[in-house]
Nanobody
């Protein structure tokens, strides 16, 4: 499956952005879909994940209550709604897909990645 993100940009503190990830080559309903981010000088971190087939949503503690992951299977698209943005949310955001299976932890096993979309939050 190929993934293409969009929707990033520059926003002020407290603002909102909605990231989109359009998939091609396979249907995303088969996959657990995730959003990750990498800030300058930091390790990549998992932000949100959504299990296949309408399963559970999971969020990093740093974004709980502010970010929401969702999918539109008809459009083969995953979204990340980001509200109440903070400067520490500034990062390159990546969409990723994980095939069905058993994995040792929440953020493991993603093997399809998009190119990323930049989010910059300024005060």
């Amino acid at each position: 499956v190929q993934l293409v993100e969009s929707g990033g940009g520059s926003v002020q503190v407290g603002g909102s952005l909605r990231l989109s990830c359009v998939a091609s080559g396979d249907t995303i309903s088969r996959y657990c879909m995730g959003w990750f981010r990498r800030a300058p000088g930091k390790e990549r971190e998992g932000v949100a994940s959504l299990e296949a087939g309408g399963g559970g949503e999971y969020y990093a503690d740093s974004v709980k209550g502010r970010f929401t992951i969702s999918r539109d299977n008809g459009k083969n698209t995953v979204f990340l709604q980001m509200n109440s943005l903070k400067p520490e949310d500034t990062a390159m955001y990546y969409c990723a897909a994980r095939p069905p299976g058993t994995y040792p932890h929440l953020w493991f096993g993603y093997d399809h990645w998009g190119q990323g979309t930049q989010v910059t939050v300024s005060s």
